[in-house]
């Protein structure tokens, strides 16, 4: 079983940058790919990036590409969300997510998630 706890949100204005992480309790971290999705009230679950087991690639939804930064440490167990220049339109609760298949942008393919962390921007 794989516990997953996210922190580093909060409320933000419009342009500035947040940086998330997601914190497993596991020692085998390092053999998950990495998804962060986010939710917005009234919307489902979507897909923001990604970073393979061995942190060698990364992908992103296109709404965040050029902006958002997807990163691990696995000796820390640790994967890592940087924003920046945030959109009232990137308000939402984000999660991460652990799961043994690569490049999986949709949330059914991924085993484990946290709890999420509220992420406001205001314009």
């Known amino acids: 079983q794989v516990q997953l706890v996210e922190s580093g949100g909060g409320l933000v204005q419009a342009g500035d940058s947040l940086r998330l992480s997601c914190a497993a309790s596991t020692r085998t971290f390092s053999r998950y790919t990495v998804g962060w999705f986010r939710q917005a009230p009234g919307k489902e679950r979507e897909f923001v990036a990604l970073i393979v087991w061995s942190g060698g690639s990364t992908y992103y939804a296109d709404s965040v590409k050029g902006r958002f930064t997807v990163s691990r440490d696995n000796a820390e167990n640790t994967v890592y969300l940087r924003m920046n220049g945030l959109k009232p339109e990137d308000t939402a609760l984000y999660y991460c997510?652990?799961?043994?298949?690569?490049?999986?942008?949709?949330?059914?393919?991924?085993?484990?998630w946290g709890q999420g962390t509220q992420v406001t921007v205001s314009s």
């Open positions: 997510a652990a799961g043994s298949r690569s490049y999986q942008t949709l949330p059914q393919y991924y085993d484990y």
